[in-house]
């Protein structure tokens, strides 16, 4: 059995519950033994559990899938439970994830802004057939099929959002995660819309060409998508569209 004595973590978090009235911003500090293997999602249970019950925070599956825990974590975006306290210094400063809807202290609603992203860029396949459910799908080549699974593994928690320069000032901007379904949806062999329609949805400043080419939406995604890649993927298929419109 070890005789490691357990490092002692200060947890900062910035709270704010925006439905009490007259309650104001502030910054709670937690002390807590750290366990091995330790997750910041387990250190906010630990909080909740045995500090203050009122803490509000988010989470699903605690397995870097559902995207909830997504917060500020010394002011970088990420995923609480896919952060290991032992990778950090001991004293650590959480707070919610911003421009998304503060529903208290580290919980936000990134739904509404997510939902109204998917209904402007019309994010489901469109096709000029009837669906017949009976029968089975066109065959589809695996590396096609890769390339699109691939871009379909983004779980939406907001990360690249919140890093993401040109949105904090460009409210307009469809961002990282707008342009990544772009991409997916292009790729797709089943979507009959074509570069002009894609152009009609991305093709301006609020689009692929308002990217200042950061990186910070890459730098943040916890599944390591390839977001600059596409991005600049696209913008070469909107130039082309762009200068045939001029012709």
Request: charged share 30%.
């Amino acid at each position: 059995m070890s005789n490691e004595i357990a490092r002692k973590l200060k947890i900062n978090i910035l709270r704010f519950d925006p439905n009490v009235p007259g309650d104001r911003p502030r910054i709670d500090m937690f002390e807590l033994d750290e366990a091995p293997g330790m997750t910041l999602f387990i250190a906010l249970n630990d909080i909740r559990e045995h500090y203050d019950a009122s803490l509000k925070f988010d989470f699903v599956c605690r397995a870097g899938i559902c995207g909830s825990c997504s917060m500020l974590i010394n002011g970088r975006p990420g995923l609480a439970c896919r952060t290991l306290t032992s990778t950090m210094e001991p004293e650590i400063m959480l707070a919610p994830l911003p421009l998304f809807e503060l529903i208290g202290d580290l919980s936000v609603f990134t739904g509404n802004w997510m939902r109204g992203l998917n209904e402007r860029l019309e994010t489901w396949i469109h096709t000029q057939e009837e669906v017949d459910v009976d029968r089975l799908e066109e065959r589809m080549e695996p590396e096609l099929a890769e390339e699109i699974y691939e871009l379909d593994r983004c779980i939406e928690c907001g990360c690249c959002v919140a890093g993401c320069g040109t949105i904090q000032m460009r409210e307009e901007f469809v961002g990282a995660v707008g342009l990544n379904k772009i991409a997916r949806y292009r790729l797709d062999p089943r979507d009959t819309r074509d570069d002009a329609d894609y152009y009609e949805l991305v093709g301006d400043e609020d689009g692929v060409f308002g990217c200042m080419t950061l990186l910070g939406c890459e730098d943040v995604c916890p599944k390591e998508l390839p977001l600059q890649s596409k991005i600049a993927y696209l913008r070469r298929k909107m130039v082309e569209v762009g200068i045939n419109k001029k012709d």
